[in-house]
């Protein structure tokens, strides 16, 4: 009973706090997004061509897109341990994210990091391209289906670092594609559909917006 009694005070004081605070929060969230993905962009835009020569492919300026998971409000089975703001990019058979991402450390507190991560389309693909990788350096690693992530924590002091580590795992990604020879090298020991059907690149998305300062 007494439990109970504790979890109706927590909700009523959830509603009196989220009535006074609610329209806040919302443009909070937004505005934090976009300007996370205005700097990633920044980032993207000084190494994408650099990147789509490693991967062998011509990348267009205008391709990333905004991603945020979760995308909206709606999903009632988020339990808040786990979010990310990024840029998406396709660049078939491999679709590339890059951006910050937040996970409750050991003690509930929020851990943000820099990160970008590939993902294969093919489990064959994840493993080739992981071991090469790996010949880079070891903090690639394969936490979730076919992702391939490298990341490195930034705490919110160092804020003013983000594009500096991002822009320096991008780099890292870029020694991995060059290592491997490009996306045909893969697809050469690894073909999927997909790379039969868009040999040389994906269909391009607009930014939505999001411009570079």
Not at 25 to 42: C, D, S, W
Not at 187 to 209: I, Q, R
């Amino acid at each position: 009973m007494d439990d109970q009694k504790n979890l109706n005070a927590s909700l009523d004081n959830l509603l009196t706090q989220g009535m006074q605070s609610y329209l806040f929060a919302l443009l909070a969230v937004q505005q934090f997004r976009i300007e996370v993905q205005k700097r990633t962009l920044n980032a993207i835009t000084g190494k994408i061509k650099e990147l789509g020569d490693a991967m062998g492919r011509d990348i267009d300026e205008s391709w990333p897109q905004p991603y945020t998971n979760p995308d909206g409000l709606s999903d009632q089975s988020y339990d808040g341990s786990r979010g990310e703001v990024s840029l998406k990019l396709f660049v078939a058979p491999v679709d590339c994210y890059f951006g910050m991402r937040f996970e409750l450390d050991g003690e509930g507190k929020t851990a943000s990091y820099v990160t970008v991560n590939m993902w294969p389309w093919t489990k064959e693909q994840m493993h080739f391209l992981l071991q090469k990788a790996k010949e880079i350096t070891d903090d690639f690693n394969n936490n979730d289906g076919n992702e391939i992530e490298i990341r490195e924590i930034l705490n919110p002091a160092e804020h003013e670092f983000f594009e500096k580590k991002l822009i320096a795992l991008i780099d890292k990604w870029i020694a991995v594609w060059k290592t491997v020879g490009g996306i045909d090298a893969m697809n050469n020991g690894f073909p999927s559909e997909f790379a039969t059907a868009y040999p040389l690149k994906t269909v391009p998305g607009a930014a939505s917006g999001y411009a570079s300062s």
